[in-house]
């Protein structure tokens, strides 16, 4: 009897093209906290945060102000706070990882790994991984595969870091201070990267120090204080 409840349901799985974007103006973040705090100690007070895709926005604030806690807290990485955390409309847990790229300010790497295994094992490990841009990339910027990570300038090193991440597929990107410590030189390949190769429906969130000749970058600044 078809008008009969089934006791299961199938789950459908959809996968959508490289050209399928989400509708502009929906709402990708969705941040209130009362209180930002790491351990016992307050960070930020009646921290909120709206960002509606595409929007590219840049998180700025002094050393110790909370930037990276409000990151990790995006990112899934923090599960204990009070308030309400949700990536396209739904509550920030493990599961929004699917949507969400997350670079830390000091990105874990195989330092004996070459560039061509990395790109191979991030090929592997991350679903959607598009392995042609990834070698697109590194060889827009002139770098030879067969060399190891340990082999690399700590600014070719932060570009190929970089590159592996923006290679992903996710509706979300957060990155904390990926310009951080690097030279002009390697700041502007970076910046160049994300111009050229990021598609226009993604939405990003950096935070960063290094306002200076990124403003492009971005559609709007954020203040934690």
Excluded at 68 to 79: C, E, K, S
Excluded at 148 to 168: D, E, H, P, V, Y
Aim: glycine content about 6%; aromatic content about 10%; charged content about 25%.
């Amino acid at each position: 009897n078809m008008t009969e409840m089934p006791e299961t349901e199938d789950a459908i799985f959809v996968k959508f093209g490289e050209k399928a974007y989400l509708p502009s103006g929906k709402i990708v973040v969705n941040y209130e906290l009362p209180e930002l705090t790491i351990g016992d100690r307050i960070l930020a007070k009646n921290v909120s945060l709206l960002v509606r895709g595409p929007e590219k926005v840049c998180i700025i604030g002094k050393n110790g102000c909370g930037k990276t806690t409000l990151m990790r807290t995006l990112a899934g990485m923090i599960q204990k706070y009070k308030g309400s955390v949700k990536i396209n409309g739904r509550t920030n847990t493990w599961e929004t990882k699917e949507v969400v790229c997350y670079y830390p300010s000091n990105p874990y790497y195989d330092v004996n790994a070459t560039l061509e295994q990395t790109i191979k094992l991030y090929s592997a490990l991350y679903h959607g991984y598009n392995q042609e841009l990834a070698y697109e990339m590194f060889e827009q910027f002139g770098f030879d595969l067969s060399f190891r990570m340990n082999q690399l300038s700590k600014g070719k090193c932060a570009l190929a870091m970089f590159i592996l991440q923006l290679s992903k597929s996710p509706q979300l990107y957060i990155f904390d201070e990926p310009f951080s410590g690097i030279d002009i030189k390697t700041r502007s390949q970076m910046k160049e990267a994300l111009l050229r190769h990021v598609r226009p429906d993604i939405t990003y969130l950096i935070s960063t120090h290094e306002i200076t000749d990124m403003e492009s970058l971005f559609d709007r600044i954020v203040l934690v204080k």
